[in-house]
Nanobody, 119 residues
Framework: VQLQASGGGLTQPGGSLSLSCAASGNIFGVNDMGWYRQAPGEQRKLVAVITSAGITHYAASVRGRFTISRDNAKNTVSLQMESLKPEDTAVYYC??????????????WGQGTQVTVSS
């Protein structure tokens, strides 16, 4: 199983960016999918998560600015980021809880993608 992330980049404060992540491989099903971020010198933190039923949860710092969505048919998760602030600068990682079969679930991480918000 692999998670392939794309998107990110550089934008000015107030700008927008989007991230996408696709899960591929031997997948029986996908439970929660989410995005985390890690700024220099800090621990990796949850940004947003979405269940297979579409229930979402956001970190307080991004609520109202970021939107997480998923396509269950394609095993993809996206993060639309609006009104970006310099403090949103970090490496962003996608995360998915993959059902390997009816009994086993394993957590996978995508490669990080850099988001930089700077004037």
């Amino acid at each position: 199983v692999q998670l392939q992330a794309s998107g990110g980049g550089l934008t000015q404060p107030g700008g927008s960016l989007s991230l996408s992540c696709a899960a591929s491989g031997n997948i029986f099903g996908v439970n929660d999918m989410g995005w985390y971020r890690q700024a220099p010198g800090e621990q990796r933190k949850l940004v947003a998560v979405i269940t297979s039923a579409g229930i979402t949860h956001y970190a307080a710092s991004v609520r109202g600015r970021f939107t997480i969505s998923r396509d269950n048919a394609k095993n993809t998760v996206s993060l639309q980021m609006e009104s970006l602030k310099p403090e949103d600068t970090a490496v962003y990682y996608c995360n998915a809880k993959i059902r390997m079969d009816v009994l086993r679930t394993q957590t996978y991480w995508g490669q990080g993608t850099q988001v930089t918000v700077s004037s």
